[in-house]
Structures are given as structure tokens and as C-alpha cells.
């Protein structure tokens, strides 16, 4: 597996996704990045699988923070991916700027994305949910988000990308 690890990137000019593993982009494990803006954070479709998001700072996407699925010959639209070689998300820590879905997995099958322990600031979070429903990013912690906590984002991508330093 390859692994992108503790990277600063700034995605602008309306990026599709922090890292985009499609067309065939697989056996990836993303983890201790700081990604600000961008269309989104991880972005898997047509084909691409086994691909890993752990303990990485999402900070303002403009979109979802996992969208999974277009599975081509693999699998299909809401269906999932052949068995054993589903995308994973845990760990992760986002910052979003508005409430609503902040995930797009495949919901269900053999190969459905793996989310878990997500934890999200939003402004609503009463409002915020995957497209597979409440409860889908087991263990998922939503807190409000507040002007303020800049000093707590900068901190979060520091834990991540100087850990060695520790």
C-alpha cells in the first residue's frame, strides 16, 4: 500500500477533492494530512477501491468530506464494491461550513465503505448526516463550530503533521 502522509495541502481553483483515487486509483492509505478547501477530502469512483483515510484535518471543504461510488466493473452505484476491497474512512477530524450530508459512501454490500469515528465541527450540527443515514460513521462526534476556533484548527494540524517532533 502506498501511503500520503503528513502533507500541507492547499486545494483551490475548483479542486474535485484533496486526493482523487478514481479511475482505477487503489491501495492508498491517505493519514496525518491537513487538506484546507478543495472540493472535498477523499474522492474514490470509477474503479477505484481499497483506498484508506485515517487521522487526517478536512478544513473547509466545499463539498463532502468521502464520496465513494460509480463502481464501473467493480460494482455499481449503491451497491458496493466486490467484497474485501472497500474504501475506509476513520480518525478523521473536519471542519465544514455548513450542515447537511458531509458523506457520500457506498451504503451498502459486500464491499460498502468503512466510516467511523469521524469528528465533525459544523455551525448546524443538528443537521448533519451521510447519505446512507443517522448513524452510518459509527461513532461519529458532530460539535457546533464557532468563529473562534482557529487557534484549535491550527493545533489539530500540527498534532498531524509534526507528531515526530513529540
Known sequence: MDVLRRNFIVANYNSLGAVDNDDGSSYYHSM?????????????????????????VIAFPSGYLLHNG??????????????GHADKFWGNVAIIAKGGSYAKPVCSGPGATVMNTTIL????????????????????SIRNYTN???????????????????
Request: glycine fraction near 16%; aromatic fraction near 16%; charge should be negative.
Open 148 to 166: 473562534t476556533m482557529a487557534a484549535d484548527i491550527i493545533a489539530e494540524a500540527r498534532a498531524r503533521l509534526f507528531a515526530w517532533q513529540a
Open 70 to 83: 460509480y463502481g464501473g466493473t467493480i460494482g455499481t452505484p449503491g451497491h458496493g464494491y466486490t467484497a
Open 121 to 140: 465541527y459544523s455551525p448546524d450540527p443538528s443537521s448533519c448526516t451521510t447519505d446512507c443515514g443517522q448513524g452510518f460513521d459509527v461513532g461519529a
Open 32 to 56: 496525518s494530512n491537513f487538506f484546507v478547501y478543495g472540493g472535498g477530502g477523499m474522492k474514490n469512483d470509477f474503479e477505484g477501491h481499497d483506498n484508506y483515510w485515517s487521522d487526517n
